[in-house]
């Protein structure tokens, strides 16, 4: 368990400390398991404390992947023995994972993530909360929760409500993947970075001359990322986000889930990237989709903390349920991409189902998460 982080403290030249933590699961594309989240957890809140530690920087080992998201298919048999019932393993797993993306959302300190590779689900939610996100050519990014059963969580609600003209709401119905361009246009990114620039940038935190004062380290640290950017070999690859702007629009422009989803289902277009939205939507879970809808509309006005409240209680539903347990199955487990979903289309969804996904399991300071930030 030691060994799936990989933690190490890197001297300045002023006699300051850069933290470095690596997801330490190249064989499963770092995805974030239960023992991972509890050692990074426990490591990120000490460095916290520590008034050595200047900054964090996060990354994932080799070099396709810095996190393929949450480790799923651990969950797959808990929930498959208690389909119709609750599941602790599952409310135990998604009470951690947001737990940490909370603290990496409100961490003081500057902290970086190193977004290389494949960057999905529980992997977003840890690199959107970061104070200084990295893409690099290579970077793939994406939502694709509705492939199997589940919905845009670890803060979803918060990050993709926050996307500019409706592309939150695109992505995550569709699970479209995005690159680099595309992120820093969607607000999930800062800075672009080849990757053979790596090694180079660690080695220049290590010379700047941290201080005392956060405020001034973070400027400092933008200062140097904003000149690596500039520095970088690569050019920002063409967004498709960008490329289809007018069209996400024009679908988006609809005022519920079913004419929004016949709208992108409909449209003739020759576009290998939003071809590839469609189809994935098209077999994505109709209920997942649902949820998101709403998921999306309610989050508009709740705090991060609220966002992440609802989120564990529709995470605990899912795995009661068995749509998510089913589209694992299909998916990761079987390997038969077929899917058996528990409605044919977003017509004809019970309301009353979706209705029951948002009825709260607990109240005040009985849920799991009333730690996080104050309730309202």
């Known amino acids: ?36 989240i509890d050692v990074l957890y426990l490591q990120l809140e000490a460095w916290h ?19 393929a998201g949450g480790d799923v298919v651990h969950l797959y048999k808990e929930m498959q023995s208690h389909v ?38 529980g992997g977003l939610g840890m690199m959107v909360g970061a104070s200084h996100r990295v893409v690099t050519e290579s970077s793939r990014i994406a939502m694709p929760e509705i492939s199997i059963g589940l919905y845009p969580d670890v803060g979803g609600t918060w990050f993709l409500n926050r996307m500019p003209d409706n592309c939150g709401l695109f992505l995550g119905l569709t699970g479209a993947s995005i690159n680099a361009a595309d992120a820093k246009y969607t607000g999930l990114a800062d800075y672009f970075i080849t990757s053979d ?11 700047i001359n941290w201080g ?14 904003h000149d690596s950017e500039l520095h970088s070999n690569a050019k920002l690859p063409v967004s498709h986000v960008c490329a289809q702007k007018a069209l996400i629009e024009h679908v988006m422009s609809h005022d519920n ?67 998510f347990v089913e589209g694992i199955r299909a998916l990761l487990i079987d390997k038969d991409f077929k899917p058996q979903w528990k409605f044919d289309s977003v017509k004809v969804v019970d309301a009353e189902v979706i209705d029951w996904f948002f009825e709260s399991k607990w109240t005040g300071t009985a849920h799991p998460l009333a730690c996080l930030g104050s309730l309202e």
């Open 84 to 121: 119709g019932d609750y599941a602790p393993e599952v409310e135990n797993y998604f009470t951690k994972e947001y737990k940490l993306d909370y603290l990496i959302h409100t961490f003081n300190k500057p902290f970086i993530v190193w977004g290389n590779g494949i960057v999905m689900g």
């Open 257 to 323: 889930i079913t004419d929004t989803v016949e709208a992108i289902l409909s449209v003739e277009v020759e576009d290998k990237w939003f071809n590839k939205a469609q189809k994935s939507l098209k077999h994505g879970s109709a209920l997942s989709g649902h949820i998101f809808y709403r998921q999306i509309i309610q989050g508009q006005s709740l705090t991060l903390a609220d966002c992440f409240r609802m989120e564990l209680n529709l995470s605990v539903k899912c795995g009661q349920y068995g749509e």
């Open 197 to 207: 620039k790596k090694e180079n940038f660690i080695e220049q935190l290590t010379q």
């Open 212 to 225: 005392d004062t956060i405020a001034l380290n973070h400027d400092k640290l933008s200062a140097l990322m």
């Open 49 to 67: 404390q520590n008034d050595e530690i200047s900054v964090v920087f996060l990354q994932g080992a080799g070099e396709k992947a810095f996190c």
């Open 1 to 36: 368990m030691n060994n799936v982080v990989l933690f190490q403290e890197l001297l300045c030249d002023n006699g300051k400390k850069i933290a470095v933590a690596t997801l330490n699961s190249e064989r499963s594309l770092n995805a974030l398991s239960g023992d991972m």
